[in-house]
């Protein structure tokens, strides 16, 4: 034993303890991991959260150098970006200008025009301003930014923006800062407004970036109530003087003293901006997020045979997600500080480390065998998976560290984060996915046993019967024949189509969930175009609208709830407390002039409304000091950024705002006007909004009531017309509903109650073997040969065939033996069937019947039924020759025949392991040596041969004898029109179309017979309502006419071995053999058009329809589809283990079902499985199709409807009051939407009323 | 009598909804030189965009025109050569007769994309001290790539010899002055390109692989009929 294998050993072991003690224990161990996955993010708290906003430092600026590029000692509270010179230093100036006293001879217009004038000489002063001491001359020119060309995309700025030279930002940039150009501008708001972009934006704009205040702050309106003009000259310098600065600032001081201004002016903000992804990064990084996201779910779809396959795949995004948390928050408790970008490594950390492991993880315990304990299974899944899991780890380990050693940071970086990551997302996926997977494994065990069990309580144990048919037993049911479930639920047949589309909306709750969603981005776009809320919002409008009549006491100024927008940490701790007395000065009293005969009787407050000539006060509280944190934080970005400069990862240091108080005469203001100033008209007066402020919010607040109300109501009025009244009362009122009966759909609608009763056509006195229907009329056979002709409407027995029993008393002797006969023949299965039924009784075997590895412990069940079947012959052959009549060779052909489709209407019914039909595949199997006695010439009609196939067109009754007798009988009067004698070999199948007969033989040989009649076609009178079928009326013989039948072709070899199957529509005739061959004839010249091979067993069943479609089944599981026109294979598919044994196509899809009991369901024009569905052992194989999307299986004494669109069973109906009884074995749709079967020696015909009903 | 032998019509059956359209191998060829090609010219511009350094300001007017901001030609001959990349692949596997078995499923497939992206977001925004180290980092990365993913001797081959031609070519590109590096390093030419030409073949071929395989599996299917 070498080393690796000593190792491979141990792993192997340690891996299985491994798994056994993590699905002993799985609360325990999921906790443990939950609470080590959170110990191990917990440094993660310290990390700061990402985001784009901007952060800040103030300094002082007394003190204030360039901060070093290398970090300092004694850092403080110093942030790391502090370092290195800035992008520029902001010098704003901060203007506001105000015409005082204010005349009532002035126009609105006057309000800004002269101070906006005052600019230009106040840039003068700036640009001229020149700073002379000891070390030279200093000038703005040399200490601003200069700038060079904007981006090539803002040609329509250039005339706004200075270009090539300082950058120096005032609102005089819209006439080019020339005085000219903005005396002769006859509309000053035209002017600012053309450069405003439409619509939503969310950046800057161009009015905030030359005003440098926000534009509701600047009082450049015709409607401004207090009269006061701010602005700000805004300086952009490069490098920083204290000594240029603060004499501009002294000088400037010096022109325009600001009285009452006490702003501090000591300290500097150094304005951080964090990285912003731009649209060039974004794209790259989206591209590697879809092919994550493709990467996960390509990896979890391959999750498979689990009880839920979202929640795996959820915990294996988990897994991955929180074993990378995790190893962050390692690396940060020891002392590694992320620098890498979050968001850019995180796709390729998690591709690197992989959802593969969970993924070997699931498929190794599933493909466990399923019969042992969870525990073992999972330990046993782990420990075979162990070798290649440590392989694989250790092979990436390897090239982490690799990549390690390539000794570039970032790259480390990287991979140490993958290398943490690894190791715990291993520990993870020991510890927490084994657990979840042990417990989903457990959940499927416990659900499968809940599924199986009902049946087995409703079940007698000792009863020796075949198993029940359905899951469930049948309800309680109120008289014998009829059964009433809770809900027939046929929804997707009877409900119109508007009534679907209401159940659909109602079901996924479409329209609530639509207004969710519209409500949801609704308050988004709200949030994010107003951030500061709505109430800020509506604070302002409210104070704007009503000018503040009580001093103060009306309302908020509409600055204050907008200086806590921004309230910034360096902000001064007073600044809102320090707004407060501004308002109680007399500052906002301007205002109140026009009103003061509506304000002064009012309230008994003395104010100063009398006060006759208006002084508009300015002001300067704690809210100017920072006045650049009103703007918007990208307000810095975008001004840089038309330049071409970035400020991500950047800063800039705006330094404290110069104040500049400017009073204006009015005569200045008049001297200034244009001449077109006083044409605007005076402002309206706003007599409306002038009522008592309180008086305003109430009015507002109950409006919103009012439309919230409304608004509830409406949604209420919604629900209900969209959900109906009795949502989830009627259907699922009794408590847990038993899988199988599904009444209703999951959402509690339950269609009206309708029942469906069958109906039983007695008579016959054995049981039925051959059933043939043209829609109208329907003809049985029975064992005893005995025709029976019953119309299909009524269930009347029209004729019986033959009229009187001539043999009939010898028939009842036989039946006897006939009763005897079956128990000889189950012989052998007896035996086999008790072991079985045995097994059955006991709930762990039944519980996995359907799978075919149980039968492995029933190994003797075929080889005995095959070796006494093979004794059986003999003894067969030993008893004919004394009796004459009796034919018991005939007898076991017979047997077998019953399972030989006799008309193409008729499904196919092959064997189901249960006693009372008996071992029919191995019959079938001994057919080929079966040669039997056929007695010969008897007269007509032959009375002694068993019918062993019928056909039923028009009237005419066309039977096939085991003799090789073809006989015409008429169906009404019962009489024999014409028989054929040619052939001597048994006829095993027939196929009446148009006026020929097909007859396959037992030889294998096929005879093509002409019916002739003398009589001219136009005579032929046509019954039925035209139209109502599909398939045209059959002509109908009148009892005068001579009726011969000809044999016009025979093929003597058409197949090597026996036919099995035989099927004519659309002018072919299709065949199929044991000899693993399909044949297509052509009906008129009988010649063979196609062999088709492809199947590697004899072909079970064929279908073939009107659309020329073909489908064939055969003993290897295999369908194939052809098209008839070509021969060619359209596809093939596996689908069963073992026998297909019928096979029914709709347009849109196939149907199938096998010996394993299964029913598939498979696109027909992909061939693509879509579903199957698991049937009772011994259910019967007969299928039919009613409509599109309603299916008709037959089963152990009922019928069961399913609905083909969803595979759910609608129905199941019970045929008789002994549900042990018969399987169904022939199942015929009837045109008139109603199912005849077969139910031991009584025919049963059921009418789907919800069909009918859709018919018409 | 006509005798059809079956199998003749059969058809790919996870695209069957397309019966009528896929029911020859050139149509399904074109349709897998159409993807590749799509693919490669989306990957193309998509990396290109990762190569425009951060001196793209925030929204800028013209980021679409960044995207294009190669010449025209470069993504439709980057997609072209991707698709002959990947219907090469198969076909060599075919004809040297070892059918490529390693990884072959769609998640693998996802996952070596996104370490190609990867590699070139490496060679876009990391710092390295120099180029030979760029370029023995990108080698390095870009072998681990051919290791994780493919481990066929075929694929190394033709991996090596088309990231050599297509160095070349590009060099003689540049010779003639249809092209031009913004800055050339490490013996005058970009370090990288050859490394990001191998990992791009080597991805190329994993894609075109498994496109091919459906149509590999039938052929199986067919001869193991015959």
Not at chain 1, 402 to 417: D, H, K, N, R, S
Not at chain 1, 716 to 722: D, E, S
Not at chain 2, 63 to 78: L, T
Not at chain 2, 186 to 206: D, E, H, K, Q
Request: charged share 15%; proline share 8%; aromatic share 8%.
């Amino acid at each position: 034993m070498t080393v690796r294998e000593r190792l491979r050993e141990k792993i192997s072991a340690a891996f299985y303890r491994h798994g056994l003690l993590c699905a002993s224990y799985p609360v325990p161990i999921i906790l443990f991991t939950s609470a080590s996955i959170l110990a191990c993010c917990y440094p993660l708290l310290r990390l700061p959260l990402p985001g784009t906003g901007p952060v800040e430092f103030t300094t002082r600026v007394r003190d204030y150098t360039v901060p070093s590029h290398e970090p300092q000692g004694d850092l403080g509270e110093r942030p790391d970006w502090y370092r290195g010179p800035p992008v520029a230093y902001i010098q704003q100036v901060l203007v506001k200008a105000a015409v005082s006293p204010w005349d009532s001879t002035l126009v609105p217009v006057d309000v800004f025009r002269s101070p906006l004038g005052r600019v230009f000489s106040l840039l003068e002063e700036i640009r001229n301003h020149v700073h002379n001491d000891g070390s030279g001359v200093r000038s703005l020119e040399a200490l601003c930014l200069q700038v060079t060309d904007l981006l090539p995309g803002l040609r329509r700025m250039q005339t706004v923006l200075p270009e090539h030279g300082c950058l120096l930002v005032s609102p005089g940039n819209y006439w080019q800062n020339q005085r000219e150009l903005f005396d002769s501008d006859p509309d000053l708001l035209k002017t600012v407004h053309q450069h405003e972009p439409k619509g939503l934006h969310t950046s800057a704009t161009l009015r905030d970036l030359l005003f440098g205040v926000p534009v509701k702050h600047t009082g450049v309106s015709l409607y401004s109530r207090k009269r006061v003009v701010t602005y700000t000259i805004t300086m952009v310098l490069g490098s920083y003087d204290a000594r240029f600065l603060s004499s501009l600032r002294a000088r400037l001081r010096q022109l325009h003293p600001s009285v009452n201004c006490s702003l501090r002016e000591d300290h500097m903000v150094h304005v951080h901006f964090k990285e912003e992804i731009g649209m060039a990064e974004l794209i790259p990084l989206v591209t590697t997020y879809i092919i994550l996201f493709a990467y996960i779910y390509f990896s979890t779809r391959k999750i498979d045979m689990v009880k839920s396959k979202w929640g795996l795949a959820l915990a294996a995004v988990v897994t991955v997600l929180s074993s990378l948390l995790m190893s962050v928050g390692l690396c940060t408790l020891f002392g590694l500080t992320p620098t890498l970008n979050g968001g850019e490594i995180f796709p390729y950390l998690v591709v690197v480390i992989g959802l593969e492991n969970v993924l070997v993880l699931t498929k190794s315990v599933v493909s466990t065998p399923v019969d042992l304990e969870v525990k073992l299974r999972i330990a046993q899944g782990l420990s075979n998976e162990s070798w290649s899991i440590m392989k694989n780890m250790a092979t990436e380990l390897c090239i982490i560290l690799i990549g390690y050693f390539t000794l570039v940071p970032a790259i480390q970086e990287f991979c140490l984060f993958a290398v943490v990551g690894l190791v715990s997302d291993f520990f993870l996926q020991m510890f927490f996915f084994t657990t979840v997977l042990s417990i989903d494994i457990r959940r499927m065990e416990l659900a499968d046993l809940n599924r199986r069990l009902p049946a087995e309580a409703g079940m007698p144990p000792p009863k020796p019967g075949p198993l029940r048919p359905r899951e469930a037993p049948p309800p309680p049911r109120p008289s014998p024949y009829t059964i009433t479930l809770q809900t027939p639920a046929f929804r997707n047949l009877r409900l119109p189509k508007r009534l679907r589309v209401v159940y659909f909306l109602a079901r996924t709750r479409l329209a609530q969930r639509f207004i969710m969603v519209g409500t949801v981005i609704w308050i988004g776009i709200l949030a994010y175009t107003d951030p500061a809320g709505l109430r800020t919002y509506l604070a302002a409008q409210v104070s704007e609208q009503s000018p503040l009549g009580e001093g103060g006491a009306g309302g908020l100024p509409p600055h204050l709830g907008v200086a806590s927008v921004f309230p910034g940490p360096g902000g001064d701790p007073a600044s809102t407390l320090s707004v407060l007395p501004a308002p109680a000065e007399p500052t906002p009293l301007p205002e109140n002039q026009s009103q003061g005969h509506h304000g002064a009787p009012r309230e008994g407050v003395p104010h100063q409304a009398q006060a006759p000539p208006l002084v508009p006060q300015i002001s300067w509280g704690a809210e100017d000091e920072e006045g650049w944190r009103r703007l918007s934080f990208r307000h810095w970005p975008s001004l840089f950024s038309y330049y071409n400069i970035t400020l991500a990862k950047r800063y800039i240091s705006i330094l404290p705002v110069i104040p500049v108080t400017l009073h204006l005469s009015p005569r200045e203001a008049i001297e200034t006007r244009h001449p077109q100033d006083t044409r605007h008209p005076p402002p309206p007066k706003h007599l409306a909004a002038r009522e008592h402020p309180y008086l305003l919010i109430y009015k507002l607040s109950a409006l919103g009531l009012a439309a919230g109300v409304l608004l509830v109501l409406l949604l209420f009025c919604l629900y209900r017309v969209l959900c109906p009244r009795n949502y989830g009362q009627n259907g699922v009122a009794h408590g847990r509903r038993r899988r199988g009966d599904l009444p209703c759909d999951d959402y509690g609608y339950s269609p009206p109650i309708s029942e469906i009763s069958p109906l039983l056509l007695r008579g016959h006195s054995m049981d039925i073997e051959c059933l043939a229907s043209d829609g109208m009329l329907l003809a049985s056979c029975c064992l005893a040969g005995q025709i029976r002709v019953w119309d299909a409407q009524t269930g009347d027995c029209l004729t019986v065939i033959p009229k009187h029993g001539g043999c009939w008393e010898q028939r009842d002797g036989w039946d006897a033996v006939g009763v005897a006969e079956p128990e000889n023949l189950g012989g052998g299965t007896e035996p086999g069937g008790r072991v079985f039924d045995e097994d059955e009784g006991y709930p762990l075997r039944r519980r996995t019947t359907p799978r075919p590895a149980l039968f492995e412990d029933q190994p003797d069940l075929t080889p005995l039924i095959d070796t006494n079947f093979d004794s059986q012959p003999p003894s067969h052959l030993l008893l004919t020759p004394p009796r004459d009549g009796f034919d018991f060779g005939g007898l076991v052909e017979r047997a077998y025949l019953e399972h030989e489709p006799p008309s193409p209407g008729l499904t196919a019914s092959y064997p189901s392991p249960s006693p009372p039909s008996g071992p029919p595949p191995q019959r079938r199997r001994s057919l080929g040596y079966i040669q039997p006695p056929v007695p010969q010439g008897q007269g007509t009609p032959d009375w002694e041969s068993a019918v062993w196939a019928m056909e039923l067109r028009g009237n005419l009754i066309a039977a096939g004898r085991s003799s090789g007798k073809l006989e015409l009988w008429d169906a009404v009067e019962g009489s024999l029109r014409c028989s054929n004698e040619d052939g001597v070999s048994g006829i095993t199948a027939l196929a009446f179309l148009n006026n020929r007969i097909v007859a396959a033989r037992l030889d294998g040989s096929l005879d093509f017979f002409t019916v002739d009649i003398n009589k001219p076609l136009g005579l032929l009178q046509y019954r039925g309502p035209p139209g109502r079928s599909n398939i045209p009326p059959s002509p109908c013989y009148s009892s005068e006419d001579v009726i011969s039948c000809q044999l016009t072709r025979s093929v003597q070899c058409a197949h090597q071995k026996p036919i099995t199957v035989l099927r004519a529509a659309a002018g072919r005739v299709v065949t199929g053999s044991q000899d693993h061959t399909v044949r297509v004839y052509r009906l008129e010249d009988s010649c063979c058009l196609f062999t088709l091979q492809g199947h590697s067993g004899g072909i079970t069943a064929i279908y073939i329809d009107q659309t020329m479609v073909l489908a064939s089944g055969g003993q290897d599981g295999a369908i194939c589809l052809w098209d008839v026109l070509t021969g060619s294979r359209v596809s093939h598919v596996y689908g069963h283990r073992g026998d297909v044994t019928s096979l029914v196509c709709t347009t849109s899809c196939v149907i199938s079902s096998g010996l394993d009991d299964l029913i598939c369901i498979w696109d027909r024009s992909t061939g693509i499985k879509l579903y199957s569905i698991q049937q009772e052992v011994g259910c019967g194989a007969s299928l039919g199709v009613i409509s599109e999307s309603l299916l008709v299986t037959g089963g152990q004494g009922c019928v069961s409807f399913w609905d083909l669109n969803f595979g759910d069973l609608l129905q199941t109906v019970y045929l008789g009051q002994s549900s042990d009884g018969q399987g169904v074995r022939q199942l015929v749709v009837l045109n008139n939407a109603a199912i005849v079967c077969d139910f031991g020696s009584e025919l049963s015909l059921v009418y789907v009323p919800s069909v009918l009903e859709k018919l018409d | 009598q006509s005798t059809v032998r079956s199998g003749s019509g059969q058809t790919n059956p996870s695209r069957g909804t397309y019966i009528a359209v896929i029911t020859n191998r050139s149509t399904t060829l074109v349709i897998r030189g159409f993807m590749l090609f799509s693919i490669g010219v989306f990957l193309a511009l998509v990396l290109n965009l990762l190569q425009v350094q951060r001196n793209v300001t925030l929204f800028p007017p013209d980021v679409i025109s960044s995207i294009f901001s190669s010449a025209w030609w470069v993504p439709p001959c980057c997609g072209t050569a991707s698709a002959i990349i990947g219907l090469l692949y198969p076909c060599i596997d075919c004809r040297l007769g070892e059918p490529h078995k390693f990884k072959r499923e769609w998640s693998s497939v996802m996952r070596c994309v996104a370490v190609f992206v990867g590699i070139n977001h490496a060679s876009a925004k990391v710092d390295f001290a120099n180029n030979v180290q760029l370029s023995l980092t990108l080698a390095a990365l870009s072998i681990g790539l051919w290791w994780t993913f493919d481990r066929s001797r075929s694929g190394f081959g033709l991996g090596v010899v088309i990231a050599l031609l297509a160095t070349l070519s590009t060099q003689l590109l540049v010779y003639n002055g249809v092209f031009q590096y913004t800055s050339p390093d490490f013996l005058y030419i970009r370090s990288w390109l050859p490394c990001i030409f191998f990992a791009g073949v080597i991805t190329m071929g994993n894609i075109g692989r498994q496109l091919a395989l459906y149509e590999c599996k039938l052929m199986s299917e067919k001869t193991h009929q015959d």
